[in-house]
Nanobody
Framework: VQLQASGGGLVQAGGSLGLSCAASGRTFSGYVMGWFRQAPGKEREFVAAITWSGGSTYYADSVKGRFTISRDIYKKTVYLQVNSLNPEDTAVYYC???????????????????WGQGTLVTVSS
């Protein structure tokens, strides 16, 4: 399994970006796809998750109403639209894939089996 994240960049506060995660190596039915982020000196934190088959979505409270996760099962790509960005959103954003039968919470990094390399989002004030 390979996950390739892209779409990061430098944006001013209040701006938007569209992140993508291209998945390859297998079919992903029965998987949960997640986005996490890690700011300098901080632990990796959950941002959003989506079930591959049903498209159910889950968000961290800090991003609800501003970020939207979606997926295109034909393109095998997961998206994260990030709006109304503020400097606290500055981080490396990672996509991840976890088998849905894994135990634990979608919001825990331990739930996920595979990780992409990350894409940097920098928000200037």
């Amino acid at each position: 399994v390979q996950l390739q994240a892209s779409g990061g960049g430098l944006v001013q506060a209040g701006g938007s970006l569209g992140l993508s995660c291209a998945a390859s190596g297998r079919t992903f039915s029965g998987y949960v796809m997640g986005w996490f982020r890690q700011a300098p000196g901080k632990e990796r934190e959950f941002v959003a998750a989506i079930t591959w088959s049903g498209g159910s979505t889950y968000y961290a409270d800090s991003v609800k109403g501003r970020f939207t996760i979606s997926r295109d099962i034909y393109k095998k790509t997961v998206y994260l639209q990030v709006n109304s960005l503020n400097p606290e959103d500055t981080a490396v954003y990672y996509c991840a894939a976890g088998v849905s039968r894994n135990s634990g919470s979608y919001s825990s990094p331990r739930y996920y089996n595979y990780w992409g390399q990350g894409t940097l989002v920098t928000v200037s004030s």
